[in-house]
C-alpha cells in the first residue's frame, strides 16, 4: 500500500510539469507567433517590392529604424524670437532659409541667363561692324598689290582666333542642384502595377499586386476584392505643370541636417502659457504646403486628428476660418488637446477655428471651403512596422483594411464636390501603396467626372517642389498624378503621399 501511494505521488509530480506550461503571453511563446508587425512587413516585402524594385531594400531600413527624423513647427502664439533663437543653437536649419536661398539662387542663374542672351547679340553686332572694317581693309590692300596678286590671309580674322576669344568669353555654366536621392531614380521599377502617363485609364485593378494577401486563413486574391473597379469608362483628365511652391511667411519650421542624430526636446511652455513648438514628421508639412495657403481662406481638415497638420494650417496666419474634423468622439478629442497646449483662449483664435465631429463622406458645407486638405485614414507604413496595438494587419481588421481604398476615395469625391470653384484640394496619406494613392485619386476623378460636370485639374508639382530637393527624395516612381516623399536612411521621415487638385468648373 504504501509503495502504491509512493508511485501516485510520483505520477501526480510528474503531470506538474505538463499542467503547468508557460501562458500565452509568455515571451518564449510571443517570440514563436507571427505578430501583426511580422505579417505587414512579409505583406510590404512581396508588394512593395515589386513595385519599388531595387530602391525598397533603402526604403525598408530606413522604415524600420526606431529613430525617426521630425520637423519642429514654431508656436507663433509663444516666444516665437526666443525658440527660434533656441532651436538655431541647437543646430537645427529653418526651412524658409533653404527654400529663400533656393529661390536667390534661381534669380542669380536667371539673370545670368538674360547676362548672356544680351552678351550674346552686342557680339553679333561687333561680327558685322568688324567684318565690314575687314572687307574694306582687303579692298584697300589689294589696291596696293598688282591685280593678279593674292594677299596672305588676314591673322586676324583666322577661325582659330576667333574660337579662342569665343571660349574665353563663353559664361560658366550655373551647378545645378542635385537631389539627395538621384541614384534611387536610376534604379529599374516594375511599372507593371503602375499607371502608366497617358491620356487614359483602365481602373484601379492597374494598381493591384498578384499576389495573395496575407493574414487570411482562406488567402484572397486582392484583384478580386476590387474587381468592379475594371469595369470604369476611359476618361481624360487635364494635368498642369505648377512652377512656384508658396511658403507662409509666417510658418517657421525647423530640422537638423542630413544624418545629423540630434534630437529635438521637449517642447515648454512659454511665457502665454502655450508650448514653444510642435514636432511632427518632417514630411507631413508638405500637404500643408501645398494647399497654397492665402489671405481669407476658408480651410477645412476633413480627417483632421491628431491634429498636427491643422495647427501648422493656423500656424500661417493666413486663414479666416478652420474647421478640423473627424470621425469618432476618441479621435476629436485628440484635436482639442493639440488646440489646448498650443492656442491661448482669445477670440480671435476661438472665432477662426471650429472643430466638428462628422463623417467625411457625409459632410454637406457646400461653398464654403475654398481649401480642403483629405489627409485620409489609410495603412500607415511606418507604424505598422513598430506597434502591434490598433494594427491595421491585425486579423480581426482585414475587411477594414481591404475597404480602405474604397473609403478614401468616397471622401475624397465628397470633398471634390464640396471646395468652390477655383479652390484646391490637397489628397494625401502615409502609405507607400499606389492603390491608396494615385488609385484612390484616380477613382474619385473618375466618379465625379461621371457623375457631375465638374472638371478638377490636377496640379504637376515637380518643379514647384525643387526647393526642397536637398531635404525630401521626391521618387520617380511612374507616379501619374501625385508626388511622394520616400524614407531615407539621412531624413528620415515619411513616407507620404500628396496630390494637388484644382476645381476649375462645378
Known sequence: MAFLMKRLKVGELMKLSVRYKHGPNHWSVLRKKKQSIDKALEYFDDFYAKVYGKAWENIRTALLQEETKYIAVVNNYSDVDKIQTTLENCGAINLKSIYDVFLENQEVIKKKSTKKKNSKQTTKSTNRIDNLISENQKVELQSLYPTDYEPPPDLLTSTESNDITDNIDKPLEPAQLKSIADDSNEINIDYSRIVLPTDSTTGLYEFIPVTKLKGLEDYVLESEHYEYYRNANDFEIT?????????????????????????FPAPKKGSTGVL??????????????ALDLQLGDHVLDMCAAPGGKTLTILQTLMPNLVVANDLSMSRVRRIKQIVNQYLINIGEITERLIISEQDARRIEDENIYNK????????????????????????SRIKERLKMPEIQAEILYNALKLVTVGGTVVYSTCSLSPIQNDGVVQMALKRIWEESNTVIVVKDMTKALNPFQTLFNFGNFGLKYGHIAIPTIGYNWGPMYFCKMVKTRS
Not at 494635368?239 to 545629423?260: G, I, R, W
Open 276 to 289: 514653444d513648438y510642435y514636432l511632427f514628421d518632417g514630411a507631413s508639412i508638405l500637404p500643408v504646403l
Open 372 to 395: 480642403i486638405l483629405v489627409d485620409v485614414p489609410c495603412t500607415t507604413d511606418r507604424h505598422v512596422l513598430h506597434e502591434n496595438d490598433n494594427n491595421v494587419f491585425k486579423p
Open 239 to 263: 494635368v498642369e505643370k505648377e512652377d512656384t511652391l508658396s511658403f507662409p511667411k509666417h510658418l517657421k519650421c525647423y530640422t537638423f541636417e542630413e544624418f545629423s542624430t540630434e534630437r
